[in-house]
T-cell receptor, first 114, second 114 residues
Framework: KNEVEQSPQNLTAQEGEFITINCSYS?????LHWLQQHPGGGIVSLFM???GKKKHGRLIATINIQEKHSSLHITASHPRDSAVYIC????????????????FGAGTILRVKS | NAGVMQNPRHLVRRRGQEARLRCSPM?????VYWYRQLPEEGLKFMVY????????ESGMPKERFSAEFPKEGPSILRIQQVVRGDSAAYFC????????????FGQGTRLTVV
């Protein structure tokens, strides 16, 4: 079993829909990242969370440390949101020593149709 | 402040040749991480370096792969005697200190071995 599991693997939505992508992890963590990757493109950091909730524009990320679960929400989705969304965690084991070494989920492929 | 710069963006090598991938971290960042994304797979950690030191190379294949981050100049990921299975996207990330910081990724180098 992977340490970081994402669901769904693939998601197709109509423009304007509210989207939720889920991430569950099995290790103790010091931080969780949500990343975005466009086809053939680089990786952009959307959020870094260690507790609670963060919002940036139409994107909202939440984390529940006790349940080891995080969600990424996109409100009023748009075709330009089409990308792969990746959840990554930084283990709290030897965090000071191993820095920002990340363990990644497999990614969720999102396609928003107009 | 330029972001994390990787070059080349695309690299084609014949089997048996050497591949050199470069990563210049963001200004002021002294921690560099290399990750590999195989086709249809998620990102995997390869190596974590600080200036002149390899901190964690637990994700590096035992043979043919090496990495360095010299006092001056970019970090280099070197793959000797490349094989078709080395074809992947290689991403570099940097951070200013070991913990508690955002992950800043480069655009990646897409290596194709023919």
């Amino acid at each position: 079993k992977n340490e970081v599991e994402q669901s769904p693997q693939n998601l197709t939505a109509q423009e304007g829909e509210f989207i939720t992508i889920n991430c569950s992890y099995s290790v103790g963590i010091s931080a969780l990242h949500w990343l975005q990757q466009h086809p053939g493109g680089g990786i952009v950091s959307l959020f870094m969370l260690s507790s609670g909730k963060k919002k940036h524009g139409r994107l909202i990320a939440t984390i529940n440390i006790q349940e080891k679960h995080s969600s990424l929400h996109i409100t009023a989705s748009h075709p330009r949101d089409s990308a792969v969304y990746i959840c990554a965690v930084r283990s709290d084991r030897f965090a000071w020593e191993y820095g920002n070494k990340l363990v990644f989920g497999a990614g969720t492929i999102l396609r928003v149709k107009s | 402040n330029a972001g994390v710069m990787q070059n080349p963006r695309h690299l084609v090598r014949r089997r048996g040749q050497e591949a050199r991938l470069r990563c210049s971290p963001m200004k002021g960042h002294s921690h560099v991480y290399w990750y590999r994304q195989l086709p249809e797979e998620g990102l995997k950690f390869m190596v974590y370096l600080q200036k002149e030191n390899i901190i964690d190379e637990s994700g590096m294949p035992k043979e043919r792969f090496s990495a360095e981050f010299p006092k001056e100049g970019p970090s280099i990921l070197r793959i000797q005697q490349v094989v078709r299975g080395d074809s992947a996207a290689y991403f570099c990330a940097s951070s200013p200190r070991s913990v508690g910081t955002e992950a800043f990724f480069g655009q990646g180098t897409r290596l194709t071995v023919v």
